[in-house]
Nanobody
Framework: QVQLVESGGGLVQAGGSLRLSCAAS????????MGWFRQAPGKEREFVAS????????SYADSVKGRFTCSRDNAKNMGYLQMNNLKPEDTAVYYC????????????????WGQGTQVTVSS
């Protein structure tokens, strides 16, 4: 089992940057694929990005492609989401999640979740 804690959210102006971190507990973190999701008020949780167990493969939602970068450091049990050129529509609670199986854009495939961190982008 993996426990996850996100940090790094906050208030930023449009065009700014934030780096979210996801700290994982457990010695088997490197076996898990990781996903990032977000949920805005009144909307369903949506896929943002994912990185495979080694960090060698990433995928992104079209809405963030070219602006967000997903990475991980297995030696530190950490995952990261670098967010650049933020837009007001990026405002949401951001979650990291992990799965032993295949990566997916479907949030229901991920059994382990952090508590979320709020990102607010002002115009």
């Amino acid at each position: 089992q993996v426990q996850l804690v996100e940090s790094g959210g906050g208030l930023v102006q449009a065009g700014g940057s934030l780096r979210l971190s996801c700290a994982a507990s457990g010695r088997t973190f490197s076996r898990y694929n990781m996903g990032w999701f977000r949920q805005a008020p009144g909307k369903e949780r949506e896929f943002v990005a994912s990185v495979n167990w080694s960090g060698g493969s990433t995928s992104y939602a079209d809405s963030v492609k070219g602006r967000f970068t997903c990475s991980r450091d297995n030696a530190k049990n950490m995952g990261y989401l670098q967010m650049n050129n933020l837009k007001p529509e990026d405002t949401a609670v951001y979650y990291c999640a992990t799965v032993l199986g295949l990566r997916s854009t479907d949030s229901t495939r991920y059994p382990y979740w952090g508590q979320g961190t709020q990102v607010t982008v002002s115009s």
